[in-house]
Structure formats: C-alpha cells, structure tokens
C-alpha cells in the first residue's frame, strides 16, 4: 500500500471486490470498493435484482437502527445493514472517500473482524487526493447514560479509546481496552478480534430473523458452559473486549470525518455509541472543524488549526 500523507484526504487506488455471507440475513452478498472523487465521503451504493440503486451516506444522520448491528437507512429495501467492521477498516486506515457497490442487504460477515476488510484496502492501495482532510475535534465533555451504560468524549490530543465491557459469565467478566487508534495499532491489536454471542441466545434470533448467516466461522460462540465452542479458541485472550473496540471505531467513523479526542465507554454497544456521536454533533459548542495548516508528511494534532464547520458538514446532521 502505498504511504498517505497525513493532513490529505485519501482514497484507494483501484477498485477490488469480495463475497461473502450475510449474518443476520443468511444471503450471498458481493461488494466492490471504487475510488471517489474528493468531498465524497463514503456511500453505499445498494444494487438491487429490478436494477435499482439505492445511495446511502454512512454518516450519523443515517443510522436507522442499531439491534445487533448498525443499519443505515430507514426503510428495510433502501438500507444497508452490519456496516460497522468494514467502516471501522475505513476509519483506521484513513479512507475518506470511497464508493461502495454492495448487492445483498448487507455487508458481508467475512471471518466475523475487520482482517479481510483491511487485507482488500491494503490490496487496493491508498492514494492522496490534493485536498486538505478535515477532522472534528472534541472541546468538551460531552457524556450520555443508558441504564447502566454510559459513554462521554473528552480532550486528548490524539485518538484514543477506552472501552469496558461487564458480562455476567465467568468467560468474559469485565475487560478493558485503552489505547491510541492508529492504523498499525487497529492492525495488531484490534482488526482480528471476531463478533461473539451465547448459544442459548441462537433460537431467539433465529426466530426474530437475526443471526441467518452465523456460524462458528465468523463468530466466536460461548456455550451453556460457559467455554468457546470453537475449536481453535479465542484469537486474544480478551478478544471480546477488543471486538466490542473494533465495533466502536466504526460505529465513530460515521461522523463523516476523523475525530481527535477520546471516547470511553461502560457496557456499550451499537446503540450507545450511536447516540454518544449524535450527541456530540448535536452539541456545536462541544467540538470544533480543525485541518492541516500545510501539506506535510506529518501532522500533528496540536498543529491543527480551525475552519468554518459551517462550510463542511459530513455528519449531515
């Protein structure tokens, strides 16, 4: 893959394709990646049998629900659905703006992480568009609560993630995972860790519609037990930690713009951090829109200088 300058927004260099199975809906899906122009941003592009395309925007405003993944979109047929593990590969390698061509309802499950997703982009290749990136950096606190869950962002010249997870089994327990997000650390310690769930839990959704696709090659399954059915055992000793990390990074990535600050979170989820993000982008005075002063090879985040948000909002919001 070749270097990308920081500061610059980037695409991939040529198009690459992958198929793969649905989890939740049990089809065979294709999707193809495509370089796009500047400003595009990311969009889903949902090709269906009659020969309609439907464009979404994966950004905040989209977010139609958040049951057991992230779907963007309202209606069932001008949706798409689990962007989250591919849009967290987006995110941390730095792909601002991409055309997505996907014939299925939904993003393919792959091995259940972000690794393939990673290993097509790096096929790809990065290319730099000759346009200054944007980043939305956080101001102040800004926190949410759900039950006994809750998230915030705060100030940190970085971007950093601290995700705790609390499970009533003996299996996971509490786990933690603090760290800054950069694109070699998502590679080593983040971008394998796989989608996990409860046996006892399989009928249920089954019978709801859910989990069509799930199988022990792309999810890690804990039986009535308490131990990983898989035969080859957990990745990482604390890979559902790490998983529920991946899952956040993507989530995040739908602010339409990286983000410089820290995002914690207790017990969260999907929907947890789809309402922290929007209650971040609804709060004007809790973040500012910063770019690079000049083109460089490196940038740093105290370097960063502010411009009219105004004039670039890719949340939508």
């Avoid at 999907?270 to 829109?289: C, F, M, Q």
């Amino acid at each position: 893959m070749s270097g990308n300058i920081v500061g610059l927004q980037t695409t991939i260099s040529r198009s690459v394709s992958l198929s793969g199975i649905g989890v939740h809906s049990g089809e065979n899906v294709s999707i193809s990646f495509h370089p796009a122009d500047p400003d595009t941003g990311i969009v889903f592009n949902r090709h269906h049998s009659s020969g309609e395309v439907i464009s979404v925007r994966a950004v905040s405003s989209q977010v139609g629900s958040t049951d057991l993944c992230t779907l963007l979109g309202r209606a069932p047929d001008r949706s798409v659905a689990t962007v989250e593990h591919l849009m967290a590969a987006l995110y941390a390698l730095g792909v601002d703006n991409i055309s997505i061509d996907l014939y299925g309802s939904e993003v393919p499950i792959m091995d259940g992480s972000a690794a393939v997703f990673i290993e097509a982009l790096d096929s790809a290749g990065l290319i730099n568009h000759p346009v200054k990136r944007r980043y939305v950096r956080v101001i102040k606190p800004v926190r949410i609560e759900m039950g006994g869950s809750w998230a915030e962002f705060t100030q940190h010249n970085g971007t950093r993630f601290e995700i705790d997870i609390d499970f009533d089994t003996q299996l996971i327990g509490r786990q933690s995972w603090k760290g800054e997000v950069t694109a070699d650390t998502f590679r080593r310690e983040l971008a394998r860790a796989r989608t996990f769930g409860f046996m006892r839990d399989v009928e249920r959704l089954w019978a709801s519609g859910h989990a069509l696709g799930s199988s022990l090659e792309n999810s890690v399954v804990i039986g009535d037990d308490g131990k990983v059915i898989n035969i080859e055992g957990l990745r990482y000793r604390d890979e559902f930690v790490r998983h529920k990390t991946l899952d956040a990074v993507g989530d995040l990535a739908l602010a339409g713009a990286q983000f410089i600050g820290c995002y914690r979170s207790y017990r969260g989820g999907h929907k947890l951090n789809a309402l922290a993000l929007r209650a971040l982008l609804a709060d004007h005075s809790a973040y500012e829109v910063v770019e690079a002063p000049a083109r460089r090879n490196t940038v740093r985040h105290g370097e960063l200088v502010a411009v009219n948000a105004a004039t670039f909002a890719p949340w939508d919001i």
